[in-house]
């Protein structure tokens, strides 16, 4: 179930939230949160019903372990490191099953030159985001921080339908602790009109503008072989699947952060700008930034961090963004998109060390120019770098990206590679007419220069609201407001009935 379907925002989402409050009014507290795990199965279920079950047996699995990790005391520290160790390995065995077994048996056929067969199996949707989630939860029991024990809470942080399918990857600190306050079981209009607000700007990031790109980017991701592609069409195509992603995935976060809002729970953000960063460092700080977390919390500190000599940590930081690509899919593709990211932070990190060992020998701040090679400089690199990563992030197979990446540094022509004849497909409708070029720049502003989702509504807008909210005429100004905002819900959501129906990218991860 799509959240920019009508089916979610206007059956599911009123039918779920009214009620989540009724029976928290008539029936307690405990029987809501239970309606949230079974409403959040129902959404589940939509897709394929039969994963239901695998999502079920997860949570009871990972919740039985944690408990038993829990109860050993001192005395038992093998028992306990023997049960993490059962815990993580049968849930990446799960995984790699659902997800990478199809990829193993390609892999060894291309490897070995006889064909291994094939095992057809369906990926769960969202089992990438539930698995980490868990991982993370026995792990943190392990190390004696997890101070929540109840299963009701547990069953509903991992299954939440605002983030089950595509996150945020959550962290039981933040989210278990707000089941348990009794306010977010009680309506209120200030948590509607600020979710409300997240939900709509999602919305039309991901109906006004991610769509609108889509089409451009798959002209040549997409096209059949043997087609000529000229090298305007290539940065035209990667130009629009970056801001297709970005849009996309922004989008689905807002309207995950807006849905939970409605009722009183506040998600973690998951983008902060990150086109606007002017370093790798700096945009993995600002992209997807619950993946950051997780990669760094779990895998790169576990793998020893930058606490074992410079050597160690350009490796460990390989490895980390090595495997963060090969969770996204089962594609070698992915793994080269890791891979060169994790490249571009060792560089990153050796400049900077370089930067600081010159300063200090000079005992004084090198120039702006020789720190950072300008802001402006350094803000075109580093896009430029994530730009020539969603080339093989987006690219059907390894040769595709390399003809892709071919032509766009290429003076000429490139026959023989996938995409749109010249004066066809991307670049004429550019140069058809001024309003998609318009369209363009408008739509890169906002990702670089204007302000971001959560800067706005916890801004300017909550600034506004709180205006209101003083004012005698509260109630009718606030449900004017979200009167407003609905209508304004609607309106994108016809939209986007009106067009054929385009997933989240996510929803493949």
């Known amino acids: 179930m799509l959240f920019t379907s009508g089916e979610f925002l206007f059956v599911y989402l009123p039918l779920t939230l009214a009620l989540f409050f009724l029976i928290a009014r008539w029936a307690g507290d405990a029987a809501a949160a239970a309606w949230l795990v079974l409403a959040s199965f129902v959404f589940y279920a939509y897709w394929l019903p039969v994963y239901t079950a695998l999502l079920a047996l997860s949570i009871v699995f990972n919740y039985t372990l944690g408990r038993w990790i829990a109860g050993c005391d001192a005395q038992h520290a093998k028992l306990r490191r023997l049960l993490l160790f059962v815990a993580v390995a049968a849930n990446l065995a799960v995984l790699g099953y659902f997800k990478y077994a199809n990829f193993f048996l390609d892999t060894l056929t291309a490897l070995f030159g006889r064909s291994l067969g094939s095992l057809n199996v369906i990926l769960p949707i969202g089992i990438s985001f539930y698995t980490f989630t868990q991982i993370a939860y026995l792990v943190d029991v392990y190390a004696g921080k997890v101070k929540e024990s109840n299963p009701l809470h547990y069953a509903l942080f991992v299954t939440y339908f605002p983030h089950l399918i595509a996150g945020p990857i959550l962290h039981h600190a933040e989210m278990m602790p707000q089941f348990a306050l009794p306010h977010i079981y009680r309506p209120r209009l200030e948590n509607f009109s600020s979710g409300f607000a997240f939900l709509l700007i999602g919305l039309a990031k991901k109906v006004l503008v991610a769509d609108s790109w889509a089409p451009r980017a798959n002209d040549v991701f997409d096209s059949t072989a043997g087609a000529t592609l000229m090298p305007g069409s290539a940065w035209g195509a990667v130009l629009a699947y970056t801001l297709q992603i970005y849009f ?13 809002l409605l009722i009183g729970v506040r998600l973690p953000f998951n983008f902060n700008s990150p086109y606007r960063a002017t370093s790798i460092v700096e945009f993995w700080r600002c992209w997807h930034m619950t993946l950051s977390r997780f990669l760094r919390d779990y895998l790169y500190f576990a793998l020893g961090g930058n606490r074992h000599g410079p050597v160690r940590r350009y490796a460990n930081l390989l490895i980390t963004m090595l495997l963060g690509g090969l969770w996204h899919g089962a594609s070698w ?23 600081e060992r010159t300063a200090r020998l000079m005992n004084r701040p090198l120039p702006g120019l020789l720190q950072a090679g300008g802001r402006g400089l350094a803000f075109m690199l580093t896009l430029l770098c994530v730009m020539v990563a969603w080339v093989f992030f987006r690219a059907r197979g390894f040769e595709d990206a390399q003809r892709i ?20 497909g991307v670049v004429s409708s550019y140069r058809a007419g001024w309003i998609t070029a318009m369209w363009f720049a408008a739509s890169f502003a906002a990702a670089v220069v204007g302000r971001n989702s959560q800067q706005w509504v916890d801004g300017p807008y909550a600034a506004a609201m709180r205006r209101v909210s003083s004012s005698a005429w509260r109630t009718l100004a606030l449900g004017a407001i979200i009167g407003a905002e609905v209508t304004a819900i609607a309106m994108l959501a016809l939209i986007s009935a009106s067009r054929s129906v385009t997933e989240f990218i996510y929803f493949n991860f």
């Open 248 to 260: 996309d995935f922004s989008g689905y976060s807002d309207m995950a952060v807006g849905l939970s």
């Open 405 to 424: 990446l071919a032509c766009m540094f290429s003076v000429a022509g490139c026959a023989g590679t996938h995409g749109p004849p010249p004066g066809e």
């Open 333 to 355: 593709t992915f793994v080269i998109w890791g891979g060169l990211h994790g490249l571009y932070l060792m560089v990153n990190h050796a400049w900077r060390s370089a930067a």
